[in-house]
């Protein structure tokens, strides 16, 4: 059956149903909207019913349901979002949010960056600069004063064997020096941070007074070299530039290897134990984690719930109502009538509440029932998919340069060849399964050609629909910037501690995160002694042996 006898079929049913309603005993009036938020979200549909109940007051009832133009039927479905106190499934098309671009998030996220970047740079060249400026014919006054006989300046820029031998070293040394930069420091960063890292200030603090003190030191040796020589004291000479430029190079060495040990050994050691929980959903995990600040361990979170948590569906907070459900909490309300005492209002007061209790108190075996029906619905749908899916694959055959008994296709014309067959399938476990806004018939078609191209299993292609996690497989998850909000009673940038707590918010996902110190544990060796395992066996008349 192709894609156009599936829509036609799903246009009368709807047209059909649609009829029923109308012939009802009660008046009901039945408006459908269909919106589009955003070109990527399914557009929504909205149904309101009006009802007359026997005391002449309206009860209105609105029932959301995110549906896609290709995919969904134009029947009425009823879902859970119809309480005032549920979120309604519009607010979706605001999860991107609008703090991710501006000149203000650019310049936070890469000012620290470039600075820190410029000062490497200009340690890092300093000790070539320091050895290479005396040749070059900088301090000119230092090296060419009238005063000094010729004799004496050839020996200010001689190069003696040891002098060329501490220029290989302190080449391979800044080899090494750029190496272990390009390793540690010349990445992008994970995250931009509210506050400052003290550590990798300290380190920065640490190349800036020593680039400072090294060039103070050497501008002085230099430019005292000629009253030395004058003096008859011993002079600055090139083999001691290129000593005090090897200097520099170690020191930079030293600094990097404790830049090292602050920023990537301190923290794998486990320390702390955190718990994970997202709200609305309730799902949880836990973790080890080491001695972190509280928002390198936010964002060490973040990376934990994109790769490790289940996608996050908003359409399937709750298992929808039943009808008895919704029309006891539609009718119940509370009446102010003028002409009634006090005492017979408060008597009916307690039979309403007392009534509401016995309903409240049943309610979960409703709930109860309706889970286990929805489950068992998601299983059908399941198996019918995987069915369907099975059926397909066997229609595609790989050609291996044997003449073939049609026209060869692509792997896009035969993802569009085949599809027809699965898609009522697929199409009835996304409905029930809450899954429509995420994929779309273009990704769908996409993935299987995909598929089809590397020779992948049926299974393989419903990968996707049937296993819904990490975060990171929903496409609307894949942007190049995702922007939390950290809340915490602590400064961000002291180390955690246990019962330490915060929260991570993005729109109406919530991450609450505990924080608990790992115990200490206490082994202590016991001795066993060789003669204790020996055994008898005891025999009586109620044994088999």
């Not at 605001?94 to 000012?111: E, I, P």
């Not at 001691?240 to 930079?252: E, H, K, N």
């Amino acid at each position: 059956m192709d894609a156009e006898s599936v829509k036609s079929e799903q246009s009368s049913r709807s047209r059909r149903t649609t009829r029923q309603q109308s012939g009802s005993h009660r008046s009901r009036h039945s408006h459908r909207n269909h919106k589009s938020k955003r070109p990527d979200m399914a557009p929504f549909q909205t149904t309101v019913n009006l009802e007359d109940s026997r005391d002449g007051q309206e009860i209105i009832e609105v029932q959301i349901l995110p549906q896609d133009e290709n995919w969904g039927e134009n029947t009425t479905a009823i879902t859970g979002n119809t309480s005032e106190q549920s979120v309604s499934m519009e607010d979706v098309s605001n999860w991107q949010g609008g703090g991710d671009s501006g000149l203000g998030f650019a310049c936070q996220r890469y000012m620290e960056t470039t600075l820190s970047l410029i000062l490497s740079l200009v340690a890092f060249f300093s000790p070539l600069a320091m050895v290479m400026m005396p040749k070059l014919g900088f301090f000119a006054r230092a090296f060419d004063n009238a005063d000094l006989t010729p004799i004496a300046r050839s020996q200010l820029l001689a190069c003696n064997a040891e002098c060329k031998g501490q220029l290989v070293s302190l080449a391979v040394r800044m080899i090494l020096l750029a190496l272990a930069l390009w390793a540690i420091f010349l990445r992008k960063p994970a995250a931009t941070l509210p506050r400052i890292f003290l550590f990798r200030a300290t380190v920065i603090l640490l190349v800036l007074v020593s680039t400072f003190a090294f060039w103070l030191f050497y501008v002085v040796q230099v430019t005292e070299g000629t009253k030395a020589i004058i003096e008859g004291a011993e002079a600055a000479d090139y083999k001691s530039l290129v000593t005090f430029a090897t200097s520099f190079a170690d020191t930079l060495l030293f600094i990097h290897y404790i830049a090292v040990i602050l920023l990537e050994i301190r923290h794998q050691q486990p320390v702390y134990y955190v718990k994970v929980v997202r709200s609305p959903d309730g799902e949880s995990r836990s973790y080890t984690i080491g001695q972190l600040s509280i928002q390198r361990a936010a964002v060490w979170v973040l990376q934990k719930y994109y790769t490790e948590f289940t996608i996050f569906n908003p359409y399937l907070e709750r298992i929808p109502v039943s009808k008895s459900q919704r029309k006891a909490l539609s009718t119940f309300k509370y009446y102010d009538v003028d002409g009634v005492n006090a005492s017979q209002q408060q008597s009916q007061s307690r039979a309403v509440l007392a009534a509401h209790a016995r309903r409240r108190d049943s309610s979960h075996n409703e709930r109860f029932y309706e889970e286990h029906e929805y489950d068992r619905r998601v299983k059908k749908r399941r198996a019918r998919l995987i069915t369907a899916a099975e059926e397909a694959f066997t229609h595609i055959k790989r050609v291996h340069n044997e003449p073939a008994p049609a026209i060869p296709l692509d792997p896009q014309e035969a993802a569009q060849a085949v599809f027809p067959s699965m898609a009522r399938a697929l199409q009835k476990y996304l409905r029930v399964t809450r899954q429509q806004p995420r994929h779309t018939v273009e990704a769908i078609l996409r993935h299987l050609a995909h598929c089809l191209k590397h020779d992948l299993a049926p299974r393989a292609f419903l990968e996707p629909y049937l296993v819904e996690s990490p975060v990171m497989q929903s496409e609307k998850e894949r942007r190049p910037v995702q922007s939390w909000s950290l809340i915490c009673d602590e400064l961000l940038s002291r180390p955690l501690s246990d019962g330490c707590s915060f929260q991570l918010i993005q729109s109406d996902i919530s991450l609450v995160v505990t924080v608990h110190r790992l115990p200490h544990f206490h082994v202590a060796e016991e001795v066993v002694d060789p003669k204790s395992n020996k055994f008898v066996l005891k025999l009586n008349s109620e044994t088999s042996v």
